[in-house]
């Protein structure tokens, strides 16, 4: 069974750029999870997707972050325009049952210069 | 003051000694994950538990609720440990999927 997979693995853009990430998670998992991790930080929440619909968004930073998950298969993350702090590590992560083990992409590297 | 800190940041280790990392947090929690994070970046679940203790393998996690303290031991420990570990938490009044991080203990082992 694939796992969580993420697109792309890196990204590098300049600042005012948009980017958009992907993420699919494991088959048949209703819950997706992102996250991110900002250098030298930990990692925080920053949304909760059941099937389509946004469960919990209450770590997502600013408006210039939006996530989209129609169909309720894979999910986006666009941020436009990107600032500097933006750069990090965005983690997707899914579980069949929301609170139960998720399991983790392998992240990609968003650097904004 | 994060709500979950873990200690040490950083343990370098001989290859066979027995390692323990600790987890403390501050907020009432309906469960605890360790997970496992790789050089390559991955991260991998290695426990969820809300009381007692779990084994797989080489690996033991326990968990006091009273105490909010959680621990992860690494018996016989190998170079293929060598990864950051980190503790997470679930608000007993948050939402299911949102999981507050410690910043991580980097484990490195020597053969």
């Known amino acids: 069974e694939a796992g969580v997979t993420q697109f792309p693995s890196h990204s590098v853009i300049e600042k005012g750029q948009t980017v958009t990430l992907r993420c699919d998670p494991i088959?048949?998992?209703?819950?997706l999870y992102w996250y991110r991790r900002v250098m030298g930080k930990e990692i925080k929440f920053l949304l909760h997707?059941?099937?389509?619909?946004?469960?919990?968004e209450s770590g997502m930073p600013n408006n210039r972050f939006l996530a989209e998950r129609t169909g309720g298969t894979y999910s986006t993350l666009k941020v436009q325009p990107a600032e500097l702090e933006d750069s990090g590590v965005y983690f997707c992560?899914?579980?069949?049952?929301?609170?139960?083990?998720?399991?983790f992409g392998p992240g990609t590297r968003l650097l904004v210069l | 003051k994060n709500e979950v800190e873990q200690s040490p940041q950083n343990l370098t280790a001989q290859e066979g000694e027995f390692i323990t990392i600790n987890c403390s947090y501050s907020?009432?929690?309906?469960?605890l994950h360790w997970l496992q994070q790789h050089p390559g970046g991955g991260i991998v679940s290695l426990f969820m538990?809300?009381?007692g203790k779990k084994k797989h393998g080489r690996l033991i996690a326990t968990i006091n609720i009273q105490e909010k303290h959680s621990s992860l031991h690494i018996t016989a420990s190998h170079p293929r440990d060598s990864a950051v570990y980190i503790c997470a938490v679930r608000d007993y009044g948050g939402s299911q999927g949102n999981l507050i991080f410690g910043k991580g203990t980097k484990l490195s082992v020597k053969p």
């Open positions: 997707f059941v099937k389509e619909s946004k469960q919990d």
């Open positions: 907020v009432g929690i309906s469960a």
């Open positions: 088959s048949g998992h209703d819950n």
């Open positions: 538990l809300s009381s």
């Open positions: 992560a899914s579980s069949q049952v929301p609170g139960e083990t998720q399991y």
